[in-house]
């Protein structure tokens, strides 16, 4: 399977709730990162949290990462319709390997 | 707009053919990628050059054949390609491949090529 498993595979909100994503990972990392991609298009980086790092935050955006039970949560609040989109996870290799989770498709309703 | 450019869009090819899709970045970065992404899938790592030299080629069947001539752009060569093929082409770029952290990538919006 493959490094990096997201859930839930879809998620449907209303705009103004929050919605929660989770990743989980195989082998030690660097870093984990997590991107979104709008339907047709390319993926945009959102977030970056080191190895080090337990809690990150963004604007509406708060990544969470526990390496004892290798996992990272997305915690988007105040969702928006302009929110729907997949979302990946990607952890890194020291040998600049990114290895992509199977993403949650997040549908947020206005 | 994304800073990272690629052409063509769209792209029919059919088995016999030979094409090119191409990818420019003016960011600076010395690190490109090609990923393949199949619908409702997750990106999959084709090839990344560092330094315009390949350090990484998972194993990519040699129908397709990359190349990067200069530090802003990357080439991907395609010839004899299978159905199968038919899939969202992505380009990345980052900083550097380096020892410790990764750099975020910043990607185009792909080409979407379709093999007949």
């Known amino acids: 399977s493959q490094q990096g498993e997201e859930d839930p595979q879809a998620l449907s909100i209303q705009e103004g709730e929050n919605a929660t994503m989770n990743c989980s990972y195989k082998?030690?990392?660097?870093?984990l990162q997590w991107y979104r991609q709008n339907s047709g298009r390319g993926l945009v980086h959102l977030i970056l949290?080191?190895?080090?790092?337990r809690e990150k935050h963004s604007g509406r955006l708060r990544v969470t990462l526990d390496t004892s039970k290798k996992s990272s949560s997305l915690l988007i609040t105040a969702s928006r319709a302009a929110d729907t989109a997949s979302y990946f996870c990607?952890?890194?290799?020291?040998?600049?390997?990114?290895?992509f989770g199977d993403g949650t498709t997040l549908t947020v309703k206005p | 707009d994304t800073e990272v450019t690629q052409t063509p869009k769209h792209l029919v090819m059919g088995m016999t053919n030979k094409k090119s899709l191409k990818c420019e970045q003016h960011?600076?970065?010395?690190?490109m990628y090609w990923y393949k992404q199949k619908a409702k899938k997750p990106p999959e790592l084709m090839f990344v050059?560092?330094?315009?030299?390949?350090?990484i080629n998972e194993s990519v069947p040699s129908r397709f054949s990359p190349e990067c001539p200069n530090s802003s752009l990357l080439n991907l060569h395609l010839h004899a390609l299978q159905p199968e093929d038919s899939a969202l082409y992505l380009c990345?770029?980052?900083?550097?491949?380096?020892?410790?952290?990764?750099?975020?990538?910043?990607f185009g919006d792909g080409t979407r090529l379709s093999i007949l």
């Open positions: 990345a770029s980052s900083q550097t491949v380096v020892r410790g952290p990764n750099q975020p990538q910043h």
């Open positions: 082998t030690s990392i660097n870093n």
């Open positions: 949290i080191r190895s080090n790092e």
């Open positions: 990607a952890t890194a290799s020291n040998a600049g390997k990114s290895t």
């Open positions: 960011m600076g970065h010395r690190a």
């Open positions: 050059y560092s330094y315009e030299k390949l350090s």
